[in-house]
């Protein structure tokens, strides 16, 4: 299973994997009766009983979906890379969110949620639309089963649904038993086992991306559209309806594409790694050995260009250097045909008195040398 890296908490020593979190109410309308009884000591006044009788509404998400309760998607919307092995997945800041409505009515212990994953070629056959509630609701019951509105839906709220082949759908909707296990709840926590943060609720698919494929992930509703043997299609057509959340596209790249692909296919001839070949015979003599052109300005201040080879170019430098020398300029090399300078033996001169210099002990006792060198030379 893929693991979000936008979930990851940097001051979380483990995460715990809860199975559900169940909502203390679920989404409709609830009557509420409250009874008070008053009555004296010895009886001085008659006993009186009040009553009220109220009607509250827990609202909770059906149709659609708040942005806001996203946190991230896998893999990410628009990306390209090598997924053919992480199944997709969703965080949604609410914990409660995937069990506050269930597939088969009744049943808390099943998820509302799915996410489904169609690759290119059968997104071809899957329409998708945005429609009022008024319109789902009349939809034929061969696609879409009926239901009634609560108090928090208005005819004319917005919905977007998509239309699958009843066969797809056969083939890659999951069972009753894949549905208990693909939404969960993680929470971090520290060494001392304290909660860090809030918990997130996750919701993963249940296929894999092909490569070389662009994937289409849908997170739809199967709110009572299941009975204990699976998905409910008894009654509906070739096409079904479903209600989707929230829907976003990624790419997963073909084996050529992916790092060992690369490097399995990489262009072995040339051997090592160089320049295109130059017509000028002067300037390919450098090149093949592994030298590139670079901007050079000289001490008098002139722009020209210089020859730079790296010493992890693989291949021998004919050059030959007489050491120590004093400065790097020491080590510079002009070719007579063309005046241009070799950089490379005094650059790499110079990196090495850099990274010396940079060791503490070194530049301290080379500063106390020079500091008692100047009073000595003051005493003459």
Known sequence: MSNSTSFQNPLADKIEFISSHKPNLQPGTYKIEIQQNIK????????????????????????????????SVFPPAASLGEYSKALPSIVIHRSTLPWERSAIEGNSELPWLVLLLFDEDEAKDIESQSIKLADLKETPTNQFPTFEYETSQH???????????????????????????????????????????????VIIGNRLPKPGKHNTVHLVSVENRYTNSGFNYDGMGDKIRLVTLKSWQFTCANDEETFDGLLKNLKTTPSTLRL?????????????????PL????QQGTQTVSWYRSPL???????????????????????????????????AWELGRLLTLQRKKISVALSNWKATHRRELAKQ
Do not use: C, W
């Not at 901007?295 to 000289?298: D, G, K």
């Open 276 to 292: 295109p070949i130059n017509s000028k015979a002067d300037a390919e003599k450098y090149l093949s050995q592994g030298f590139i």
């Open 313 to 347: 170019i693989t291949g021998s430098n004919s050059h030959k250097i007489d050491l120590p020398v004093k400065s790097s300029n020491e080590l510079l090399q002009t070719n007579p045909h063309n005046s241009l300078v070799d950089v490379s033996y005094a650059a």
């Open 155 to 201: 005819p004319d709220d917005i919905v977007t649904v998509i239309d699958v082949k009843k066969d797809l759908l056969q083939a890659i909707m999951p069972s009753v038993e894949d549905l208990k296990l693909m939404a969960h709840v993680r929470q971090a926590k520290d060494g001392n086992h304290n909660p860090i943060g809030d918990e997130f609720a």
């Open 40 to 71: 004296t000591k010895n009886g001085l006044f008659s006993e009186k009983t009040y009553q009220k009788t109220t009607k509250i509404a827990v609202y909770g998400e059906r149709f659609s979906l708040n942005p806001q309760e996203i946190k």
């Open 295 to 298: 901007n050079y300005q000289l």
